[in-house]
């Protein structure tokens, strides 16, 4: 079956430690995703690529970090800059990042402090 | 910047029920609306897709209207049903970056 896989479902997060969350997609998607979702909020972008080895800042890119060496990987690495890291995190991949073509989402990751 | 109201925050309905869920945003200038579903912990799934230059969209159950120049989109839902609880997420995609602004959601409980 085609889609997104992430992992862990759960993740957490010790003062002062870096963690990485994992995405793949099977899907053959150029263009990847990576949102975070606060409780009553809406989505809101961290970072983007479009094609392997680039990729661009979002709205709230401080204390993240993310790499592309294969196409359907996107992992992103949440620093100890971070200081607020709880929160549900969703990934997403499209054909192209484009005018036409919807997001597919994977079922998430949620991110707790301890 | 745009930005995508979503009002009530949450809504209670009793099940056969007829009933529209409500979108707007400030810049018109978009390039489609999206309506998601999100189960309470799960990820996003893509109901319907208008582009720009569509009025409506329907799938099953589910009718999407958009009216650009008004800034404004609807989901109506026939014959709710208590599966059909769950978040609803209206998105528009904007801009040179093809950017997509969600808005917070409306929470939606069919009563058996």
């Known amino acids: 079956d085609g889609g997104i896989t992430q992992s862990p479902k759960y993740l957490f997060r010790k003062e002062g430690q870096n963690v990485t969350l994992s995405c793949e997609q099977n899907?053959?998607?150029?263009?990847m995703y990576w949102y975070r979702q606060d409780p009553g909020q809406g989505l809101r972008l961290i970072y983007y690529?479009?094609?392997?080895?680039?990729?661009q800042k979002g709205d709230i890119a401080e204390g993240y970090s993310v790499s592309r060496e294969k196409k359907e990987s996107f992992p992103l690495t949440v620093t100890s800059a971070q200081k607020n890291p709880t929160a549900f995190y969703l990934c997403?991949?499209?054909?192209?990042?484009?005018?036409?073509?919807?997001?597919?989402f994977g079922p998430g990751t949620r991110l707790l402090v301890l | 910047k745009q930005e995508v109201t979503q009002i009530p925050a949450a809504l209670s309905v009793p099940e056969g029920e007829n009933l529209v869920l409500n979108c707007s945003f400030t810049?018109?200038?978009?390039?489609?609306l999206q309506w998601f579903r999100q189960d309470p912990g799960k990820g996003l799934t893509s109901l319907l897709l208008?582009?720009?230059?569509?009025r409506e969209q329907t799938s099953g159950r589910l009718n999407a209207s958009l009216d650009k120049s008004s800034g404004r989109s609807t989901l109506y839902i026939a014959a709710s049903q208590p599966g059909d609880s769950a978040t609803y997420l209206c998105?528009?995609?904007?801009?040179?970056?093809?950017?997509?602004?969600f808005g917070k959601g409306i929470t939606l409980s069919v009563r058996p």
């Open positions: 810049d018109s200038a978009i390039y489609n």
């Open positions: 998105a528009v995609l904007t801009g040179a970056n093809s950017k997509l602004t």
């Open positions: 690529s479009q094609i392997v080895n680039d990729f």
């Open positions: 208008i582009q720009s230059s569509q």
């Open positions: 997403a991949s499209s054909i192209v990042r484009g005018r036409r073509e919807t997001q597919y």
């Open positions: 899907l053959n998607h150029d263009a």
